[in-house]
């Protein structure tokens, strides 16, 4: 059983790493998408937070794409309140119907963005309503690493162009990313029995990252944007796919 689990650890943490590398998020939700059929919740949020985390550090390094101060503030402000917010609601929460919901949205909404010739721009809202975004995704990370989701969607009906995009939700999963695993080590959420499997996670990340990150420089504004729709999709369904059949179970 512990060889199985650290092969089925391994196998999300490459296929999540490719991804984040990519697209700039997402680690956690390919991740869980493999590891959700036989990892415990528990374990699969600090392991999904941890290698989000460390993604991020190796393509904060490979993918330099600026630093907007004024643009990411909000986004970091709203999330510093509701990154302890998720982590406090993570041991209350009915997980499998939060999945469901945040799965649900994804697959209807993103499906309709990607057909439509020409997205419609959200200018409503300013930096107020970047700051409420950044609270979502917030909560989101705090909960298992969902950081870049929701304001990746966000960021795309602003219409931001692709290395702009790329540079607020890559310092906006990196500042979460590692707020949230601070506040799991500090409420004793990470065990030592969990150690070895974070390193496997760290060193299956690393090659992956690089290799989505160098597929990244070279793709158009208009693939970007098709790649963080179909993903955004996917990771609806997979959210779907993992909670739906224990909703239905009860």
């Known amino acids: 059983m512990a060889s199985s689990l650290y092969l089925i650890v391994a196998l999300g943490a490459v296929a999540a790493g490719f991804v984040q590398g990519l697209s700039g998020f997402a680690f956690s939700m390919v991740a869980m998408s493999v590891w959700a059929w036989t990892v415990e919740p528990k374990l699969a949020a600090v392991l999904a937070t941890f290698g989000g985390l460390t993604g991020q550090v190796i393509a904060a390094v490979t993918v330099r794409r600026g630093f907007d101060r004024a643009l990411l503030l909000p986004f970091v402000l709203g999330g510093l309140v509701g990154v302890p917010l998720g982590v406090w609601l993570l041991p209350r929460l009915d997980v499998p119907l939060f999945k469901a919901c945040l799965g649900g949205l994804l697959v209807i909404w993103c499906p309709a963005m990607l057909m439509a010739r020409n997205l419609p721009r959200v200018r409503a809202g300013g930096r107020v309503a970047d700051g409420v975004i950044g609270l979502i995704g917030g909560v989101c990370g705090g909960l298992g690493g969902f950081t870049g989701a929701i304001p990746t969607l966000w960021c795309t009906l602003r219409g931001l162009e692709k290395d702009r ?15 949230a695993f601070a506040v799991y080590l500090g409420t004793g959420l990470v065990e030592l029995r969990m150690l070895p499997l ?7 990340v690393l090659v992956p990252v690089l290799l989505g990150a160098r597929l990244y420089i070279g793709i158009s504004e208009a693939r970007f944007r098709q790649i963080v729709l179909g993903l955004l999709t996917l990771s609806g369904v997979a959210l779907l796919s993992s909670s739906l059949p224990v909703l239905l179970a009860r």
């Not at 995009?165 to 707020?179: D, E, K, Y």
């Open 165 to 179: 995009q790329r540079s607020v939700i890559q310092n906006f999963n990196l500042s979460m990313l590692a707020v």
């Open 198 to 204: 974070l390193g496997i996670v760290a060193l299956a």
